[in-house]
């Protein structure tokens, strides 16, 4: 049996406890699953040390076994358990609870015999332990013959419980060999063994090659991780190769050229090269799957529509499609202006594209007449059908899930081609990242800011400053007619909170800026609302713009030039930088304050820290890398979870190597073992690989 379908038999229609659901949510659901959840440290159960002789070596944990000889609550002060227990070596052991229940003095009633386990010290009454594990035994029961596992859990799920389960799973798993003979380099052992091995390791075991994960049993494991994901990406490669895409030709003096001629500014250097990029793919009769990666402020947008006019200009439509109301109005209106001069018709498609206007816009989607359309998530509904789609560009793609990406590129299928796929962000993706995530992504990088822009100064504050901070806006706002953003934090909680907190510094700003408008955005509002509060800003007439992070992404008003964004610490590394990419658009020089809460955590300062230090967004970007790690970098809405769990591509780049010779073996002379062995390391992830 597949080992996808063998869950479905045993976890049939019977309530769930809730260790299991916690199991579930830890993605414990296959046998081999629980083969493949293993230990982060280990317990060593195997010796009983004599009392007279325990003693512990930095912090390392001791096993002791003996009698009770007294057990009784002290109640000076605290209350606490204290037991004694001796040993034949003659000494004796104090352990001190202070949390404890009835079982605890049960289990440890005088005279019982019981095998403790902890950290040993020397107190003031001689050898103790606090808060020992605790069991009792006859004498002479039998000790664990290996290493005892401590697996990664959470809450509600306890060490015991998933030792059982995993135990078990490791014994029903399927782990035969899949790989043909000699292929699996020859100092490995092989996976069922390295799997025992890992899951109970004998007593004498080299702890520390366990740790770092050097041991043979380790490289197996990662061999075989590296392995499954080379095949799954040299698969989707394949695949890819398949499929077939309208070819999309630039013309000489077309409109892309067009477009160039009637733009109030020149290119830089880094879009010319990643336009010409972009368009060497369009011509070919395969899809294009690009990342067009470049700081904020880079000027994507316009390397967007002049893709865009290639595709036109061949004769097929294209879509564009942005995370939010505000961002695919923004893009709305500046496509309209630089292409409807040029002959375009641009259609408009949002959730609050509603009646009569929307069918327009569905009817001029479905008979081709719209060029250009441009929404949100809108515009992959089903019924929206697209005549020619030859090109879809998605906005800000790291909003967007693996599903979403997918929808878009299916609205060709009825011609049994696919539309080409321009995918746009502000944060970058380190390079071996890409890889692991994307299967054959190709990826353009604008490295350059326009000309004329002053790098922001970026402080940081305790909130204690906020009064100074609101007297430099004054200042600002009275003196220089400067525009501001005041960014109030998302509490998750309660949008309410939210919007208490957003209105309260909303009215202590009115007060302190008497006779100049500040105006008030939040998610609250009806995207009508929202779209007149940002006009008002764009057009000048608003000074202070207090909004949650609906201003996020994207949103482009050169003449802001300070932000404030409170209780910055609350704010993750990559969203402080597109935030403060709102600033520094224009000419003047800009400031980005992050006002913060105290006491700081590790992590939070570190991030102001990298806020302060740098501009660079390649740079937050591999801070961010450093401070979160992949998985939640990627966003679990991307990834799922993190496809590589064991090797890393970078540390492991020798097992990598051979994982990439042995791939397309695989493949071409043994598809079977391929194809299971990429069911059984990845599972359902492989279908992240295809996106
Ligand atoms: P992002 O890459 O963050 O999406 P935008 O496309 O919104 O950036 O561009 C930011 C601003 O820079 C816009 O106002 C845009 O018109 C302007 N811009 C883009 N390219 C250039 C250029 N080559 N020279 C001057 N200004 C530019
Ligand atoms: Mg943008």
């Known amino acids: 049996m597949p080992e996808a379908d063998r869950k ?30 293993l230990p982060m440290r280990y317990e060593d159960e195997t010796r009983i040390t004599p009392i007279a002789e325990a003693r512990s070596h930095e912090g390392e944990a001791v096993q002791c076994e003996g009698e009770v000889l007294e057990c009784r609550i002290e109640t000076r002060g605290r209350r606490v358990l204290l037991v004694k227990i001796s040993d034949e070596s003659g000494a004796e ?40 594990t605790f069991k009792a035994v006859v004498e002479g029961a039998a000790l664990a013959t290996a290493l005892t596992p401590v697996y990664p859990a959470s809450n ?5 419980y998933l030792r059982r389960a995993i135990a078990s799973g490791l014994s029903r798993a399927d ?6 003979a000699g292929v699996v380099p020859p100092t490995l052992p092989a996976l069922r063994d390295a799997l025992n091995f890992l899951h109970h390791p004998p007593p004498q075991a080299r702890l520390s090659t366990l740790e770092d994960h050097s041991h043979p049993a380790w490289q197996r494991l990662k061999f075989e991780e590296l392995l499954a994901q080379q095949i799954s990406q040299m698969q989707a490669q394949r695949e890819r190769a398949l499929l077939k895409a309208p070819a999309l030709m630039a013309k000489r003096g077309g409109l892309h050229e067009q477009l160039l001629a009637v733009l109030p500014f020149g290119l830089t250097g880094a879009q010319q090269r990643v336009s010409e990029e972009i368009a060497q793919e369009l011509a070919l009769p395969q899809p294009m799957h690009r990342l067009l990666q470049g700081d904020v402020g880079s000027g994507k947008t316009v390397v ?35 292409l409807e001069p040029l002959g375009l018709k641009v259609a408009w498609l949002t959730g609050s594209v509603k009646g009569k206007a929307r069918q327009k816009m569905l009817d001029a989607a479905a008979d081709g007449s719209a060029q250009l359309v441009i929404g949100t998530h809108a515009v992959i509904e089903d019924k929206v059908k697209f ?5 879809a560009i998605i906005d800000e793609q790291h909003r967007f899930g693996v599903a979403q990406r997918l929808a878009l590129r299916k609205k060709l299928a009825a011609m049994d081609l696919e539309p080409h796929l321009l995918m746009m962000s502000a944060t970058p993706i380190p390079r ?29 504050f305790a909130d204690s400053k906020r009064f100074n901070v609101i007297e430099k806006i004054r200042d600002e706002v009275v003196n220089k007619a400067a525009q501001v953003y005041w960014v109030c934090p998302l509490i998750e909680e309660s949008e309410t909170l939210d919007l208490n907190n957003a209105t309260e510094t909303h009215a202590e700003l009115s007060a302190a800026l008497d006779g100049y408008v500040v105006g008030l955005l939040h998610g609250r509002m009806t995207p009508a609302d929202k779209a007149a509060v940002m006009a008002e800003f764009t057009a000048g007439r608003i000074s202070v713009l207090v909004a949650t992070t609906v201003i996020e992404v994207g949103v482009d008003v050169p003449n802001a030039s300070l932000m404030v964004i409170e209780h910055a610490e609350r704010f993750g590394l990559s969203q402080l930088h597109q935030l403060r990419g709102r600033v520094g658009r224009g000419a003047v020089a800009s400031v980005c304050v992050l006002l913060y809460t105290g006491p700081l ?24 890398l450093d401070i979160r790690g992949p998985g939640e970098f990627m966003g679990a809405r991307q990834s799922g979870a993190e496809l590589l769990r064991f090797a890393d591509l970078q540390e492991d780049s020798v097992l990598l190597q051979a994982a990439r010779r042995l791939a397309p073996q695989l493949l071409d002379k043994h598809p079977q073992a391929a194809r299971r062995q990429v069911e059984r390391w990845l599972g359902a992830k492989a279908e992240f690989l295809k996106a």
């Open 156 to 160: 509600g799920l306890p060490q015991a």
């Open 175 to 180: 782990l035969g060999e899949l790989l043909p």
């Open 8 to 37: 479905e038999t045993s976890a049939a229609n019977k309530p769930k406890s809730a260790p299991q659901k916690a199991m579930e949510k830890l993605g414990l659901l296959r046998d081999i699953d629980l083969a493949l959840h």
């Open 601 to 624: 955590s590790d992590t939070g300062k570190s991030r102001l820290k990298a806020m302060a230090e740098t501009n660079d967004g390649f740079e937050i970007a591999r801070r961010d």
């Open 432 to 460: 071996t990242l890409a890889m692991t995530y994307f299967a054959d992504l190709a990826v353009s990088t604008i490295d350059e800011l326009p000309p004329g822009r002053t790098p922001i100064v970026t402080k940081v």
């Open 93 to 132: 052991l104090l352990l001190r609870f202070i949390h404890f229940y009835p079982s605890h003095q049960k289990t440890m009633a005088v005279g019982a015999r019981i095998r403790v386990r902890g950290e040993l010290r020397h107190g003031f009454f001689g050898r103790e332990m606090v808060h020992p």
């Open 387 to 391: 005549a020619r789609l030859g090109l």
């Open 304 to 338: 967007a529509a002049l893709a865009a006019a290639v595709a036109i200009d061949a004769g097929w439509q294209c879509a564009l499609m942005a995370p939010t109301e505000i961002l695919a109005e923004q893009h709305f209106k500046k496509l309209v202006g630089w």
